[in-house]
């Protein structure tokens, strides 16, 4: 499987629980006001950045046998499948262009940071570079997951 077709499949993974429980939570609340709907929208936005986030920290580390544009391809990809989900949410006025445009940015620098750190990597441990991966992703998921609050904070505030 190619890096953009992963990164597809994960956006859909990320994306597919989120979307059914915004769903959900929307249809179940068929009588309440625009600022219900609009809190349980902005609550699917960090829910869907935060997944993202935490998903594209174990992508983007992962070893490159491939080529590195390719690898970068699929990490686009993985951050443009929720676009017409962000569309539909500053459609409904639940959050403004800016928001979603800072929110868009942060995870393009993040994903391009962890890009070029994985490429490093690749260049110092040709020898084994697996622990070295998987020690990365899983430092790069706890601080995405303990300090979600903090540059959550940022982008949607």
């Given at each position: 499987?190619?890096?953009?077709r ?7 993974l ?10 959900g939570?929307?249809m179940?609340?068929s ?5 219900k ?23 983007a ?30 459609a ?15 995870a ?10 994985n ?7 040709h020898?084994s ?6 020690v990365?992703?899983?430092v ?18």
């Amino acid at each position: 499987m190619n890096s953009v077709r992963f990164g597809l499949l994960m956006a859909l993974l990320c994306c597919g629980p989120v979307l059914i429980w915004t769903a959900g939570q929307l249809m179940s609340d068929s009588t309440a006001a625009s600022a219900k709907t609009d809190e349980t929208l902005r609550t699917a936005v960090e829910a869907l950045w935060l997944v993202q986030a935490c998903a594209a920290a174990l992508m983007a580390t992962m070893p490159v046998e491939n080529d590195p544009i390719e690898h970068a391809q699929g990490m686009l990809a993985f951050w443009l499948v929720p676009l017409p989900l962000l569309t539909l949410v500053w459609a409904g006025g639940a959050a403004d262009a800016w928001m979603l445009a800072r929110g868009l940015a942060a995870a393009l620098t993040f994903s391009s940071v962890l890009l070029a750190i994985n490429r490093g990597l690749g260049r110092i441990s040709h020898s084994s570079p697996w622990p070295w991966h998987g020690v990365l992703s899983l430092v790069l998921v706890y601080f995405v997951w303990r300090f979600d609050k903090v540059w959550l904070g940022w982008i949607t505030h």
